[in-house]
């Protein structure tokens, strides 16, 4: 499958190669070339890093607010779907111009592009989090916190020891899920100017008049990218199921 | 029953338990002496899991008394941790922990609610496994083990704690015929070291061996209490004769 993909996105590129289009553009034997490569790939440290940065985050918030979801407190639970419902219903690209433009004045604060890109995508992506936190707790087998009761073991100590080790295993196929839609989306922080790879592309795309180029250059990023973190989940989960 | 308020260990008074509109438990009351080994049975349904989880808190009775060791069972969460730590369970389906191996099973409690050492933990748990005969399991996991292996671990998890009594919910229920042997061997040990069980099962040849009273309930209620001969060759009740009946002649 990741085969054919590659070989697909080649022949595409040889295909434009033959014409007369211009992949002189991004053509690495020349010099002009060489450094409008760079300048794409050089986006790529600030779309790792808000993702990361941003998915790290999302799953700390989509924890805690997974967590009221199990409770038998019926308010509790009342929080949990406030907070899922309403971060769910609005959209991401809406909620970073929310973050950038809109909290500095509600908040009094200052806030730079790298952060408000962060906290816009980690808080849309922690409703999801939720959600699949709690559907992976909801599917650990009632015995286990019996187990853990007779063991006299407290609330915190259930959930860290026994609980979420298990229910994390049986999510990381959707989290790693979450990580690729995280890695895509943080696309669309190039609105507010964060110099990731999309930015990077467009603002050549303005200089070179090469749009079709350059942007195919930038679907190749993305798909090696996110191929290489699917393969790096799917090792990950191989080596947390054995022992199961 | 002969109760001797000194040697009480449990003291259950007219507790009640609905389910929804379903009361599983009809005022009962049950007392427990220190080294007293109760079998429940009866048919399914008649409360007898119910009762025995009532006692160690997994369920809640609505209305009467619970004591366990001297402190009385209520909405307090120090007197649920505290009869937590008294009273060890054992059940059906094992329960253990798949993602920890036998050993990290069986030190977790001790550790995190004892604040035990590792090394003392693990002292503890080989000592617990060599008396449940399965000491060269401690590295494995449940999953590699048979049900009869796992049912031993469960057991040697809940004596980790050093539990004044020991709750079995039908240990065997869920096992192949050829391993309930060695679970009831272990048992057996247990009651003879003079540990304090209540145990749900319908295994009556264990019950005659190592009970030393039997309890028969049925839609809610004790029906019957006897010594274990008693109540295998002269059971006093109709529905306690029907009962037996059906277990001992299938």
Same mark, same amino acid.
């Given at each position: 499958m990741k085969k054919m993909y590659l070989f697909i996105a080649l022949a595409f590129i040889l295909a434009g190669c033959s014409?007369? %289009?211009? %992949?002189y553009v991004v053509n690495p034997t020349t010099e002009g070339g060489f450094v409008n490569l760079k300048f794409l790939l050089s986006g790529l440290y600030y779309t790792i890093l808000t993702s990361l940065v941003a998915i790290a985050i999302s799953i700390l918030i989509g924890l805690v607010v997974a @967590?009221?979801? @199990?409770?038998?407190?019926k308010y509790l639970r009342g929080i949990n779907r406030f907070y899922v419902e309403i971060v769910r219903a609005i959209p991401i690209l809406v909620l970073i111009l929310w973050v950038y433009y809109g909290l500095p004045q509600v908040a009094g604060i200052t806030i730079d592009v790298f952060w408000a890109g962060v906290i816009a995508l980690a808080l849309s992506d922690s409703a999801f989090e939720a959600e699949i936190f709690r559907a992976g707790i909801q599917s650990v087998d009632k015995g286990q916190y019996e187990a853990s009761h007779t063991i006299s073991l407290n609330y915190l100590d259930t959930m860290r020891f026994v609980i979420l080790p298990q229910a994390i295993r049986r999510v990381l196929p959707a989290l790693g899920n979450q990580l690729v839609y995280m890695l895509k989306m943080s696309s669309l922080v190039s609105v507010i100017g964060m110099e990731e790879l999309t930015r990077k592309a467009n603002e050549l795309v303005v200089t070179e008049y090469r749009p079709l180029e350059v942007y195919t250059i930038l679907v190749l990023e993305y798909l090696i990218l996110i191929l290489l973190v699917s393969a790096a989940v799917r090792r990950l989960e191989k080596k947390m199921n054995t022992g199961n | 029953m002969s109760s001797n308020i000194d040697n009480q260990i449990i003291c259950v008074e007219k507790i009640s338990k609905f389910f929804g509109s379903f009361q $599983?438990?009809?005022d009962v009351s049950l007392s427990v002496n220190i080294g007293q080994r109760i079998v429940i049975c009866g048919? +399914?349904? +008649?409360?007898k899991s119910t009762l025995i989880r009532c006692i160690n808190g997994l369920e809640q009775q609505q209305g009467g008394k619970i004591i366990v060791d001297g402190i009385v069972l209520n909405d307090s969460s120090d007197s649920l941790t505290k009869i937590k730590s008294r009273v060890g369970m054992v059940f059906q389906q094992f329960n253990l922990f798949p993602h920890l191996s036998v050993m990290d099973n069986l030190t977790l409690g001790p550790m995190r +609610?004892?604040?035990?050492t590792k090394i003392d933990a693990e002292a503890l748990a080989m000592k617990y496994l060599e008396r449940v005969r399965i000491p060269e399991q401690a590295s494995k996991f449940p999953s590699q083990l048979s049900g009869g292996q796992q049912q031993r671990v469960a057991i040697a998890r809940s004596l980790c704690m050093e539990p004044a009594i020991m709750l079995f919910d039908?240990?065997? +229920? $869920?096992?192949?015929p050829e391993m309930i042997k060695e679970v009831l061997d272990v048992m057996s040990e247990l009651a003879n070291d003079g540990m304090t069980m209540i145990c749900v099962t319908h295994e009556t040849g264990f019950a005659r061996g190592v009970a030393d009273t039997m309890v028969f309930m049925d839609d809610g209620e004790i029906v019957e209490t006897a010594e274990p001969e008693k109540f295998f060759t002269k059971p006093k009740t109709r529905r306690c004769q029907d009962f037996l009946d059906k277990i001992l002649h299938h």
């Amino acid at each position: 499958m990741k085969k054919m993909y590659l070989f697909i996105a080649l022949a595409f590129i040889l295909a434009g190669c033959s014409g007369n %289009w211009g %992949w002189y553009v991004v053509n690495p034997t020349t010099e002009g070339g060489f450094v409008n490569l760079k300048f794409l790939l050089s986006g790529l440290y600030y779309t790792i890093l808000t993702s990361l940065v941003a998915i790290a985050i999302s799953i700390l918030i989509g924890l805690v607010v997974a @967590l009221p979801a @199990l409770s038998k407190n019926k308010y509790l639970r009342g929080i949990n779907r406030f907070y899922v419902e309403i971060v769910r219903a609005i959209p991401i690209l809406v909620l970073i111009l929310w973050v950038y433009y809109g909290l500095p004045q509600v908040a009094g604060i200052t806030i730079d592009v790298f952060w408000a890109g962060v906290i816009a995508l980690a808080l849309s992506d922690s409703a999801f989090e939720a959600e699949i936190f709690r559907a992976g707790i909801q599917s650990v087998d009632k015995g286990q916190y019996e187990a853990s009761h007779t063991i006299s073991l407290n609330y915190l100590d259930t959930m860290r020891f026994v609980i979420l080790p298990q229910a994390i295993r049986r999510v990381l196929p959707a989290l790693g899920n979450q990580l690729v839609y995280m890695l895509k989306m943080s696309s669309l922080v190039s609105v507010i100017g964060m110099e990731e790879l999309t930015r990077k592309a467009n603002e050549l795309v303005v200089t070179e008049y090469r749009p079709l180029e350059v942007y195919t250059i930038l679907v190749l990023e993305y798909l090696i990218l996110i191929l290489l973190v699917s393969a790096a989940v799917r090792r990950l989960e191989k080596k947390m199921n054995t022992g199961n | 029953m002969s109760s001797n308020i000194d040697n009480q260990i449990i003291c259950v008074e007219k507790i009640s338990k609905f389910f929804g509109s379903f009361q $599983a438990l009809k005022d009962v009351s049950l007392s427990v002496n220190i080294g007293q080994r109760i079998v429940i049975c009866g048919p +399914s349904g +008649s409360g007898k899991s119910t009762l025995i989880r009532c006692i160690n808190g997994l369920e809640q009775q609505q209305g009467g008394k619970i004591i366990v060791d001297g402190i009385v069972l209520n909405d307090s969460s120090d007197s649920l941790t505290k009869i937590k730590s008294r009273v060890g369970m054992v059940f059906q389906q094992f329960n253990l922990f798949p993602h920890l191996s036998v050993m990290d099973n069986l030190t977790l409690g001790p550790m995190r +609610s004892k604040k035990i050492t590792k090394i003392d933990a693990e002292a503890l748990a080989m000592k617990y496994l060599e008396r449940v005969r399965i000491p060269e399991q401690a590295s494995k996991f449940p999953s590699q083990l048979s049900g009869g292996q796992q049912q031993r671990v469960a057991i040697a998890r809940s004596l980790c704690m050093e539990p004044a009594i020991m709750l079995f919910d039908e240990p065997t +229920s $869920a096992l192949d015929p050829e391993m309930i042997k060695e679970v009831l061997d272990v048992m057996s040990e247990l009651a003879n070291d003079g540990m304090t069980m209540i145990c749900v099962t319908h295994e009556t040849g264990f019950a005659r061996g190592v009970a030393d009273t039997m309890v028969f309930m049925d839609d809610g209620e004790i029906v019957e209490t006897a010594e274990p001969e008693k109540f295998f060759t002269k059971p006093k009740t109709r529905r306690c004769q029907d009962f037996l009946d059906k277990i001992l002649h299938h």
